[in-house]
């Protein structure tokens, strides 16, 4: 049974740090790029940040390029978003979500396998 499994999120000041977690099991996570989407309220999901199969490749929506970084573990099978200076428009679900592809992937219809979401509300 594939599972993806979002933590990490929570409250926090404008300005601080979290750092999310999916953690995947059921498929190679080895073989899988994986993505970090969120959804702020009243609005579509979003893509945030993606990771090749093997690390070696990322990329950030421009948005959280400065500020946030993703990475993997494939000997845990995790992938990690560090969000740094976290500001209010970053409050959303963020969900992780796998596609087996070498490559990286941006829209969400190609990923195949979806977390069900971690919260994040940055306010003072």
């Known amino acids: 049974q594939v599972q993806l499994v979002e933590s990490g999120g929570g409250l926090v000041r404008p300005g601080g740090s979290l750092r999310l977690s999916c953690v995947g099991s059921g498929f190679g996570f080895g073989n899988y790029a994986m993505g970090w989407f969120r959804q702020a309220p009243g609005k579509e999901r979003q893509f945030v940040a993606t990771?090749?199969?093997?690390?070696?490749?990322?990329d950030l929506t421009n948005s959280v390029k400065d500020r946030f970084s993703i990475t993997r573990d494939n000997d845990k099978e995790t992938v990690y978003l560090q969000m740094n200076s976290l500001k209010p428009e970053d409050t959303a679900v963020y969900f992780c979500?796998?596609?087996?592809?070498?490559?990286?992937?941006?829209?969400?219809?190609?990923?195949?396998?979806w977390g069900q979401g971690t919260r994040v509300t940055v306010s003072s």
């Open positions: 990771i090749s199969a093997s690390g070696g490749r990322t």
């Open positions: 979500a796998a596609t087996k592809t070498n490559g990286v992937r941006y829209g969400e219809h190609s990923y195949e396998y």
